[in-house]
Every structure is written in C-alpha cells, then in structure tokens.
C-alpha cells in the first residue's frame, strides 16, 4: 500500500529484499530465511518454519 511505502522500504533494505506487494518474509532470529512474492505466496509451506 503506498499509505506504508516508507515501512515497506525500510524493511526491504533491512533484510536486502527487493519491495514488492504482495509480499511474505520469513524471517527467523532477525534474517530472512524465505520470502515469495504473488502467485508464488500460495505455494509456500510455512509449517516448515515452525
């Protein structure tokens, strides 16, 4: 959303990601260990990163 464009800057050069929306981040003890973006958001399996 463009109302949070700063927020999701900020987080996209936080953890090295490109910005993109939709938009998941994994992210386990402060790096981001997967993220997808779009269609493939549907495909991720988050129980793997329980």
Same mark, same amino acid.
Not at 4 to 10: G, V
Not at 16 to 32: A, R
């Given at each position: 959303?463009?109302?949070?464009?700063? =927020?999701?800057?900020?987080?996209?050069?936080?953890?090295? @990601?490109?910005?993109?929306?939709?938009? &998941?981040? &994994? =992210?386990?003890?402060? @790096? &981001? &260990?997967?993220?997808?973006?779009?269609?493939? =958001?549907?495909?991720?399996?988050?129980?793997?990163? @329980?």
């Amino acid at each position: 959303m463009l109302n949070y464009r700063d =927020i999701s800057n900020e987080i996209a050069a936080k953890f090295q @990601v490109m910005n993109e929306s939709p938009q &998941v981040l &994994v =992210i386990k003890n402060g @790096v &981001v &260990v997967a993220h997808q973006s779009h269609g493939a =958001i549907n495909n991720m399996n988050l129980s793997l990163f @329980v």
